[in-house]
């Protein structure tokens, strides 16, 4: 209790910040592999030419989601979790000094592939957003219920898969929202784009107005 | 590090019980949703007839997967673990006396969904198994190196699915390797019945000799 209290103090240092500047901080979250850094590829290199945008990815090991996003252009820092099974919002403060992230843009926070942990630490995000793949099965929101409960959008993702799997869109969104009636949905496929517009148009509607 | 000193301690006394009574306990984790209840229910239901086999799944919340093993045939005990990002050494212990797991039987523990936090609690297991779902990418084996280098068995499953996936399954096994090189390997498709007597070979080959 006292390290979700510490990390809470911080999480409310880093929001300040973010508000002030108005850095548009997006908590990424999913299980292992259900498309974040394909997601945030895609992001960056559709607004390369009017949006700065920064990543912090977290995994336990490796630089290769790094990678990945600054082949596209992204202005990114991996960190390193090792055996820690989330982002925290001490690390996330420190990532976005040493990124020098800019007045006026979009920060995306990949967090570690986790359907657990992350829910329970706040970073000072202005949404949480979690990442639920088809292939993963439609009773997730219910078995994994603490991350759908605090999250502000569940994206459907690998819609393009629906053939080959068994997965019921409507009864998974049922259950997200008997567990979260305020949550917001979308569905795409990183991969083929379908559905980005509709989350580009999401990220329009949520952004700091002038 | 007290915490995993003091599981150790419980994980000890489960191992000295399981190797007393000839119970073949395996420890199955993966991502949510990779298909370890699946992979289960077939398992029971294929030794039905010839085996006792009992179960006990961790789950955040809700009893859906201990419902589905019921169902066929299988001696089920489901722990909600709730904000708890795996299962425990004490967790199975309590689990193993309420079930009254049989001497000379097969006793699977599906752990909590989540391919980092599981690595590090022994549960006083045989062996480590993890499933890969080939939807995750070939990368997880180094990204969350330390659930494979803890894994005996690695099984890739979902291969129905490979013609609509980017997954090499010959980088995945190098990666699995380099973290881990005596790490065994299997491939199935869990609904698809692919591969599954290799699974129940493997089982036959590890088994408690008389
Ligand atoms: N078919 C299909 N595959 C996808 C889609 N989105 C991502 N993938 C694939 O899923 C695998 C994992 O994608 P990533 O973007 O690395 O997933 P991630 O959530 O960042 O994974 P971690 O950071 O390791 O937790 C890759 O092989 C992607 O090509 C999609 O919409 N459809
Ligand atoms: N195409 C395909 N789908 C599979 C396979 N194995 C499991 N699934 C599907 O994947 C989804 C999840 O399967 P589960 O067996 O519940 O996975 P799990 O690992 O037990 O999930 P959690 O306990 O929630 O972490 C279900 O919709 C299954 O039908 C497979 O070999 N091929
Ligand atoms: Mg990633
Ligand atoms: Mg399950």
Chains 1, 2 share one sequence.
Request: with cysteine.
């Amino acid at each position: 209790q006292n390290v979700f209290a510490k990390n809470d103090q911080f999480a409310f240092n880093n929001k300040k910040y973010f508000l002030d500047k108005k850095i548009m901080a997006l908590n990424i979250m999913s299980s292992p592999g259900s498309g974040k850094t394909t997601l945030l590829t895609k992001t960056i290199d559709n607004y390369k030419n009017n949006k700065a945008i920064s990543v912090i990815v977290g995994d336990q090991h490796t630089q290769l989601d790094a990678e990945k996003l600054i082949k596209v252009g992204g202005n990114v820092l991996q960190v390193n979790t090792g055996r820690m099974c989330h982002l925290d919002a001490h690390l996330v403060g420190h990532a976005v000094v040493d990124l020098a992230v800019k007045e006026n843009s979009l920060l995306f926070i990949e967090n570690v592939g986790n359907l657990v942990c992350p829910a329970l630490f706040n970073l000072g995000e202005m949404h949480k957003i979690v990442l639920l793949s088809v292939t993963e099965g439609d009773n997730k929101p219910l078995k994994y219920a603490d991350m759908f409960r605090v999250a502000d959008l569940m994206i459907i993702n690998k819609i393009d898969l629906l053939p080959y799997v068994e997965f019921d869109i409507e009864k998974c969104i049922e259950y997200a929202q008997s567990i979260n009636p305020h949550i917001e949905i979308l569905t795409l496929s990183a991969t083929q784009g379908k559905g980005l517009n509709s989350w580009y148009g999401w990220l329009d509607e949520k952004k700091f107005k002038d």
